[in-house]
């Protein structure tokens, strides 16, 4: 097996453990200096290390009391990194479909990984996960 089939194998794990809501199997995904990188200016952007996944993992779970699922529309691998085109569904706790497009970095290291990156639609992150809300306001 070569490493890009392996972080392959990873990515879908990791997917799978998400769409299963598997909060265990997610933090253990991650190197113990690994991080995730959210975009945008949203309540949930930022750099996070692998403590405040384990603090805050449980949240996407209790935000969609019925799941989430994240589909794989296309991967990419090349050495430790893989790249990933996805889309999520679910319905929020508020009631309101939340349907996003995104594209996810990831860079492995021995089997862990060390830096998610997600990137998404922003605005609707604002619209449905976060009420609205703003940072600052």
């Known amino acids: 097996m070569t490493v890009e089939d392996r ?4 990515v879908r794990r990791f997917f799978a453990a998400l769409n299963a ?3 265990t199997a997610l933090v ?3 190197a113990d200096d690994g991080e995730v990188w959210t975009s945008g200016r949203t309540l949930i952007s930022g750099t996070f290390p692998k403590e405040r996944v384990r603090e805050s993992a449980g949240g996407i779970f209790e935000a969609f009391p019925h799941g989430i699922e994240f589909t ?3 991967m ?5 990194r893989v790249a990933v085109e996805a889309e999520s569904r679910g319905v ?3 009631g309101r479909l939340y349907n996003n497009l995104y594209h996810f970095l990831f ?6 990984l060390v830096n998610l990156r997600e ?5 609707l992150v604002t619209d449905v996960l976060c009420g609205g809300q703003r940072p600052g306001g």
């Open 7 to 10: 972080n392959r194998e990873l």
């Open 21 to 23: 809501g598997d909060t």
């Open 28 to 30: 253990d995904a991650y």
């Open 72 to 74: 794989i529309h296309a």
């Open 76 to 80: 990419t691998a090349e050495g430790e």
């Open 92 to 94: 929020h706790a508020s």
């Open 107 to 112: 860079r492995f290291r021995d089997g862990k």
């Open 119 to 123: 990137y998404m639609d922003t605005e």
